[in-house]
């Protein structure tokens, strides 16, 4: 039986993070929400509450609006960061003295080695708390902050593969999160959620190939429609079998971009190009008004870093993801080699496969002393063949669309 979640705390005031606070304050939860800058939440504090469009509609009412972080997250049950991956690290250190025993985060998403990051800090910081640390693979919904105190969804994802570091804690995640959230799916480890980044395809090379029309015109133009032409197309693909190919490497069987687009959205299409160009959902979604954008920002030094950066550890050339790097680097007049997540960053430098998958799978490199003729324990037996069975169910049930 399912146990109820009452409490809330976003992270995040942005675009993704309004839009899940106020549909949760619909959905009749206690909802706390977060932002670092006071500016973002000024409206919404004035209002107490935010207002919501599109799939969903109607007054969200927010218990606390607020930029302390002690007060955001005291007494709740789910974390929900819901924030460009870049401040994962910021919020993890915030957050370390004031998180509490039995307490969830979920990172939406973790782009390419979140949890892992996330919990690097929580460990520097010498954090106690006995937490369950997850991360999805993307966001839920396809949503926009339209005015303020104003969000719309324009669409929810079918599917999100959702796994807990370390991943027999996914169960516990899936249990808390499953009666507001059902689109949520278990997959066997971070790796798996790490590696689908589809975000990783879909923000830094589209932004990127089309900054002269962004700069020319604001971003008055459909992103995926107008600004993914089968030429753009291309490149992506190429990124992402490259994105794919890595992925194996490390036992991870990734979705291809297209086939998550037909999991996630039910698109349907011939080629990568013919599936964006038919998926309704995507359908009104403008560019970006400036290449100073969390699509580059965000995503070439969470995901496409990390994955050149395995990709070294692991002897696959990545040639495609290497150029989308060195452009950004130079519009941004940055070096996101430097300052993206690596795997010395990560904690993966050196590791074989096994140890990196039981690190992931059960919390630890090296198999303890204790037991040493024991491969597996009988409880992780227990919580796989569990986890087994819940995402049997949830994809029987065809991801339950809301």
Not at 39 to 47: D, G, L, V
Not at 65 to 83: C, N, S
Not at 155 to 183: C, H, M, W
Request: net charge neutral; hydrophobic share 40%.
């Amino acid at each position: 039986m399912y146990k109820k979640v009452n409490k809330f705390a976003i992270l995040g005031a942005g675009n993704g993070g309004q839009a899940m606070a106020a549909y949760l304050a619909l959905q009749g939860y206690e909802v706390n929400l977060y932002n670092r800058s006071f500016e973002r939440i000024k409206e919404i504090k004035e209002a107490a509450g935010i207002y919501l469009k599109g799939v969903f509609k109607g007054f969200g009412h927010l218990n606390k609006i607020t930029t302390d972080i002690e007060e955001a997250i005291e007494g709740v049950e789910v974390i929900m960061v819901v924030t460009p991956a870049v401040a994962h690290k910021y919020l993890a250190e915030l957050s370390s003295p004031h998180l509490k025993d039995g307490q969830i985060i979920v990172l939406n998403p973790g782009r390419t080695g979140g949890a892992l990051e996330f919990k690097t800090i929580l460990d520097k910081n010498n954090c106690k708390a006995d937490i369950i640390l997850s991360e999805a693979q993307t966001f839920l919904y396809a949503s926009r902050v339209t005015g303020p105190a104003e969000a719309k969804i324009f669409g929810v994802k079918n599917k999100v593969s959702i796994a807990a570091f370390p991943s027999y804690n996914t169960r516990d995640v899936i249990e808390k999160l499953a009666p507001v959230f059902p689109q949520f799916t278990p997959v066997e480890n971070i790796l798996k959620t790490s590696m689908d980044n589809i975000g990783a395809i879909f923000h830094p090379a589209p932004i990127l190939l089309n900054m002269a029309w962004i700069e020319s015109t604001g971003g008055k133009f459909d992103y995926y429609q107008q600004g993914i032409t089968p030429s753009v197309a291309k490149i992506l693909e190429k990124v992402d079998e490259e994105r794919v190919e890595i992925a194996s490497t490390i036992g991870v069987d990734a979705l291809s971009a297209g086939d998550w687009l037909r999991m996630a959205y039910g698109a349907q299409g011939k080629d990568l190009y013919e599936l964006l160009q038919y998926n309704k959902q995507y359908k009104g979604i403008s560019a970006p008004h400036t290449i100073n954008h969390r699509y580059i920002f965000e995503d070439v030094p969470m995901s496409l870093v990390p994955m050149a950066s395995l990709g070294d550890m692991t002897g696959i050339k990545t040639p495609t993801i290497d150029m989308v790097v060195n452009i950004a680097n130079i519009v941004h007049d940055k070096d996101y080699w430097k300052e993206g997540r690596t795997v010395e960053s990560l904690g993966l430098s050196g590791l074989t496969i096994s140890k990196i998958k039981n690190l992931v799978n059960k919390g630890y490199v090296e198999e303890p002393e204790i037991l040493p003729g024991l491969k597996k324990s009988i409880f992780r037996k227990v919580d796989h063949l569990v986890l087994d069975k819940l995402s049997e169910r949830f994809h029987n049930e065809g991801g339950i669309e809301t």
